[in-house]
């Protein structure tokens, strides 16, 4: 173990003996449930709003106000409120996301007063719900720390991800009746794009090159 893992880890276990947080959990209207942490030494300074990254339908789905403990207790333990929700729902839940987050906002300011700064912050789809949030409600927020966002907007992200899929059709599955908009079927869609890359990558490449001359200059007869 680095020194670095081990001092952290000394810190980690000798805030948590000392730290005094308020929890409070909830469920809001719309079914999304959500969590805020308050330590003792707050004193109506900064709030962090955390919004998590994509959950996979039929995934738990817990509220977040952190993407992992060991931050949540360095913050915590620097005096910093944690607040976050689940969403209404899993998978592209990015307009649920805006909403519950700031149903939140509005739960922690009642129960615990208004922050001196609040701050955005989120990974992945979260880094989307998290400029979108900025974006719709600056007035609420003093910064904000999208990381790893999905920043270039829903319409492109899935745009480049069917720009994969044609490529993958028109070069290995051409006329195999491959989906690549307006899925029927998910499930044997897939399977068929899995047997037609165990198909490509079963069969043998038929161009065979000369590796000390891989481009040869032609060879001309000369006559004296």
């Known amino acids: 173990m680095s020194l670095l893992a081990i001092l952290l880890a000394s810190f980690s276990r000798a805030a948590d003996a000392q730290l005094t947080v308020t929890t409070r959990t909830g469920t809001l209207p719309d079914g999304a449930t959500y969590v805020i942490q308050v330590p003792a030494n707050w004193q109506h300074g900064t709030l962090f709003l955390y919004s998590h990254g994509y959950v996979t339908p039929g995934s738990p789905n817990p509220a977040r106000d952190v993407g992992d403990p060991a931050t949540g ?109 307006h899925i029927a079927d998910p499930v044997a869609n897939l399977d068929l794009a899995e047997g037609m890359l165990a198909v490509a990558q079963s069969t043998p490449s038929q161009h065979h090159f000369r590796r000390s001359n891989p481009h040869p200059r032609p060879h001309h007869a000369h006559q004296r």
Not at 94 to 123: K, M, Y
Not at 136 to 148: E, G, I, S, T, V
């Open 73 to 181: 207790l360095f913050m915590l333990s620097s005096g910093l409120a944690l607040a976050g929700s689940s969403y209404a729902h899993t998978g592209w839940a990015v307009e649920e996301g805006l909403l519950d987050q700031i149903a939140v906002l509005d739960i922690f300011n009642q129960a615990f007063g208004t922050p001196s700064r609040t701050i955005a912050w989120g990974h992945s789809l979260g880094g989307m719900i998290t400029a979108g949030l900025i974006q719709r409600y600056p007035d609420r927020f003093d910064a904000a720390l999208p990381m790893c966002g999905v920043l270039t907007g829903g319409v492109a992200t899935w745009n480049s991800a069917l720009d994969s899929a044609f490529a993958f059709k028109t070069l290995l599955a051409p006329g195999t009746g491959l989906q690549v908009v």
